[in-house]
């Protein structure tokens, strides 16, 4: 069966994930994705071997670039050398997208920037991913990683207790994927325009952007002139039935019965807290509300006298209809059935991990699914095989370029 994006290629041009991490997202979709690295110096990602204090390295494989670099090929060029550029060239004039997460006076100096490109091939979709956007005051600072989208877009203050005085980190990269995501949107959008006028384009997205617009509905809220929203108070939260809660094993719940009165008598009787179905001072939201601290610390005392097993099989057998859920960690999640039966994670056998559970493609397609077909490569890994079958390079060639050190 043919996938969505077959016959699409993307010259990937970039470091680490933010941006650049949309050409896996479009390798899924069967897009040919070669990625270019320097012969003497990789892509940055394959030494991140500690990441939030935590170790990154699984049988001798950096994990990061496990998800960056799935689904794509490696070759290692020089770009700094006219040799290399020439190929790199070739490449661009056979291919339909460009993304990069260089600074463009990187590219500049590369002769890789937009104006370079479309002297090849006019008609390239040609994507820049950067920090803070490629305009404005900030356009000439050149580096930027995570944290520091999260920083500057608000999302860490958003995070957090309220009565916290303190920012939080945010770990997981939920910065760099965000910018991957928006990138690959926009890539789509720019070959749907293509395919109707025949016009390539350049897009630009970065972490900034893409920061604030995954904090959409928070922007929508200040920039209506309303108050924004406001960090959750557990001790004080002003619907206690809109909360979390410790169980007896240390596990966490959380409720989130944001139409409490109409659920009240039902939450009461499955809690078993018929005593206060009726009490006045908790009979309608208002009161609830009026009365929270005291409720929450009704529940407090209710739930840690069961384990969290204890309470999801309770609320199950007797077919709770609030929303209600575990506060689940990463591991939590690698064999949960809802998870797996909807391929959010799937399984893939790595040649030397073995088999592994990787994030697999957020939306499923009836007649072209998403798939992972490849491990991320080694540095270079496909070099010789791309030259080959894309340039129609011979062995002498390609011995050529390996003996100037334009290849490795």
Same mark, same amino acid.
């Given at each position: 069966?043919?996938?969505?994006?077959?016959?699409?290629?993307?010259?990937?041009?970039?470091?680490?994930?933010?941006?650049?991490?949309?050409?896996?997202?479009?390798?899924?979709?069967?897009?040919?994705?070669?990625?270019? =690295?320097?012969?003497?110096?990789?892509?940055?990602?394959?030494?991140?071997?500690?990441?939030?204090?935590?170790?990154?390295?699984?049988?001798?494989?950096?994990?990061?670039?496990?998800?960056?670099?799935?689904?794509?090929?490696?070759?290692?060029?020089?770009?700094?050398?006219? =040799?290399?550029?020439?190929?790199?060239?070739?490449?661009? *004039?056979?291919?339909?997208?460009?993304?990069?997460?260089?600074?463009?006076?990187?590219? *500049?100096?590369?002769?890789?920037?937009?104006?370079?490109?479309?002297?090849?091939?006019?008609?390239?979709?040609?994507?820049?991913?950067?920090?803070?956007?490629?305009?404005?005051?900030?356009?000439?600072?050149?580096?930027?990683?995570?944290?520091?989208?999260?920083?500057?877009?608000?999302?860490?203050?958003?995070?957090?207790?309220?009565?916290?005085?303190?920012? +939080?980190?945010?770990?997981?990269?939920?910065?760099?994927?965000?910018?991957?995501?928006?990138?690959?949107?926009?890539?789509?959008?720019?070959?749907?325009?293509?395919?109707?006028?025949?016009?390539? +384009?350049?897009?630009?997205?970065?972490?900034?952007?893409?920061?604030?617009?995954?904090?959409?509905?928070?922007?929508?809220?200040?920039?209506?002139?309303?108050?924004?929203?406001?960090?959750?108070?557990?001790?004080?939260?002003?619907?206690?039935?809109?909360?979390?809660?410790?169980?007896?094993?240390?596990?966490?719940?959380?409720?989130?019965?944001? +139409?409490?009165?109409?659920?009240?008598?039902?939450?009461?009787?499955?809690?078993?807290?018929?005593?206060? *179905?009726?009490?006045?001072?908790?009979?309608?939201?208002?009161?609830?509300?009026?009365?929270?601290?005291?409720?929450?610390?009704?529940?407090?005392?209710?739930?840690? *006298?069961?384990?969290?097993?204890?309470?999801?099989?309770?609320?199950?057998?007797?077919?709770?209809?609030?929303?209600?859920?575990?506060?689940?960690?990463?591991?939590?999640?690698?064999?949960?059935?809802?998870?797996?039966?909807?391929?959010?994670?799937?399984?893939?056998?790595?040649?030397?991990?073995?088999?592994?559970?990787?994030?697999?493609?957020?939306?499923?397609?009836?007649?072209?699914?998403?798939?992972?077909?490849?491990?991320?490569?080694?540095?270079?890994?496909?070099?010789?095989?791309?030259?080959?079958?894309?340039?129609?390079?011979?062995?002498?060639?390609?011995?050529?370029?390996?003996?100037?050190?334009?290849?490795?």
């Amino acid at each position: 069966m043919d996938k969505m994006l077959k016959g699409i290629r993307i010259i990937d041009l970039g470091m680490v994930h933010a941006g650049v991490a949309s050409g896996y997202m479009l390798g899924d979709l069967g897009a040919d994705v070669i990625k270019i =690295e320097e012969p003497t110096r990789a892509d940055s990602g394959r030494g991140m071997t500690v990441l939030f204090g935590a170790q990154m390295v699984v049988k001798g494989h950096p994990v990061l670039p496990q998800l960056s670099n799935r689904n794509k090929r490696s070759i290692a060029l020089d770009l700094k050398k006219e =040799e290399g550029k020439q190929v790199f060239y070739r490449l661009i *004039e056979k291919s339909d997208v460009f993304v990069t997460n260089f600074h463009p006076s990187v590219l *500049e100096r590369l002769g890789a920037d937009y104006e370079d490109l479309i002297k090849y091939n006019p008609k390239i979709i040609y994507a820049i991913c950067s920090a803070y956007g490629i305009r404005g005051p900030k356009k000439d600072i050149r580096r930027g990683y995570d944290p520091i989208g999260l920083a500057y877009s608000g999302a860490m203050w958003g995070v957090g207790e309220r009565d916290s005085k303190e920012p +939080q980190w945010i770990v997981g990269g939920w910065g760099d994927q965000s910018a991957a995501v928006f990138t690959a949107y926009g890539i789509l959008a720019a070959l749907f325009h293509r395919e109707r006028t025949g016009k390539g +384009q350049k897009l630009e997205t970065s972490l900034l952007g893409s920061a604030i617009n995954i904090q959409a509905m928070a922007f929508n809220a200040v920039g209506l002139g309303a108050e924004g929203y406001k960090r959750q108070a557990r001790k004080r939260a002003i619907n206690p039935m809109a909360n979390h809660y410790r169980c007896a094993d240390d596990e966490w719940i959380l409720l989130c019965i944001n +139409q409490s009165d109409r659920f009240w008598h039902e939450f009461c009787t499955i809690m078993g807290l018929t005593d206060l *179905e009726n009490d006045p001072l908790y009979l309608t939201e208002r009161n609830r509300s009026q009365h929270r601290m005291e409720l929450i610390e009704i529940l407090d005392k209710t739930f840690i *006298e069961k384990t969290l097993a204890e309470w999801l099989d309770i609320f199950e057998k007797n077919k709770a209809s609030f929303p209600y859920s575990p506060i689940n960690r990463w591991n939590d999640l690698l064999s949960d059935p809802q998870v797996i039966k909807n391929q959010y994670l799937v399984d893939f056998n790595h040649p030397e991990i073995g088999p592994v559970k990787l994030p697999g493609f957020p939306v499923l397609f009836s007649e072209t699914p998403a798939e992972i077909e490849r491990q991320a490569p080694e540095h270079g890994e496909h070099t010789e095989e791309v030259l080959l079958e894309l340039l129609g390079f011979s062995w002498e060639k390609i011995a050529q370029l390996k003996e100037n050190e334009v290849i490795n």
